[in-house]
């Protein structure tokens, strides 16, 4: 059975690993509990963390573009080898959710998208953006609230 797109990650990720990047993150959520006043700073540096996928995508797409390239200037196929590896490993990555680079990425402390997004909603709560949430009669002000700037912007157009 393919695991979904939120588990997948974690489910092939050893156990210590995904206790200490949630322990990391409660940490950061403690300090900003007791010094709320850098939560500002926390959330834009959350916008600017390059979660697992990104880097894997990063990671396989300088490996497969330089091995074409070697290609291309040796005149040579074995290096078309490296770029066949690399993209079969992608695929195996988009459908099972594990590839060989993951275990590093993981243990180097990337993130998922899931994991990120986790950290941002605990911060906004702990600065106060969902506590009128109950209360907001208008659906859309609501889910402004909760969105990231690029967000904003974007549901605006």
């Not at 916008?47 to 497969?64: C, F, H, K, P, V």
């Not at 490993?89 to 180097?108: D, E, K, N, S, V």
Request: hydrophobic share 40%; proline share 5%; glycine share 4%.
């Amino acid at each position: 059975m393919i695991p979904s797109t939120a588990e997948r990650v974690p489910a092939h990720t050893a156990n210590r690993i995904n206790a200490r990047i949630h322990s990391e993150m409660l940490q950061r959520l403690k300090h900003y509990q007791r010094h709320p006043e850098g939560i500002n700073d926390r959330l834009s540096e959350l916008d600017q963390e390059w979660d697992i996928e990104r880097t894997l995508e990063a990671n396989a797409s300088a490996l497969i573009s330089s091995s074409v390239l070697l290609s291309l200037l040796w005149e040579k196929r074995s290096p078309l080898y490296l770029a066949l590896g690399v993209s079969s490993f992608l695929l195996q990555h988009a459908i099972q959710g594990w590839c060989p680079p993951l275990p590093i990425f993981r243990r180097l402390g990337f993130r998922t998208a899931a994991e990120i997004e986790t950290e941002r909603y605990a911060l906004k709560i702990l600065r106060g953006d969902l506590v009128a949430v109950r209360r907001e009669s208008d659906l859309e002000t609501t889910v402004m609230k909760l969105q990231r700037p690029s967000e904003r912007r974007e549901s605006r157009h």
